[in-house]
């Protein structure tokens, strides 16, 4: 499990976010991910996001 601070300026503790169900979603996006490797993070951003709504 990956920790993502909410923003660069937010004192918030990070959320924990699952890479193998990011990328899943990402796919399911059409987004281009890798399979290994560091996330985007507009990829993971665009996840959090998607989640709220």
Known sequence: MILVPH??????IPVPIDPVSVRAW????????????RMPSAVVKARQAAQRE
């Open 26 to 37: 990402a796919c399911s996006q059409g987004l281009d991910v890798a399979d290994r490797g």
């Open 7 to 12: 923003s660069i300026e937010s004192n918030r």
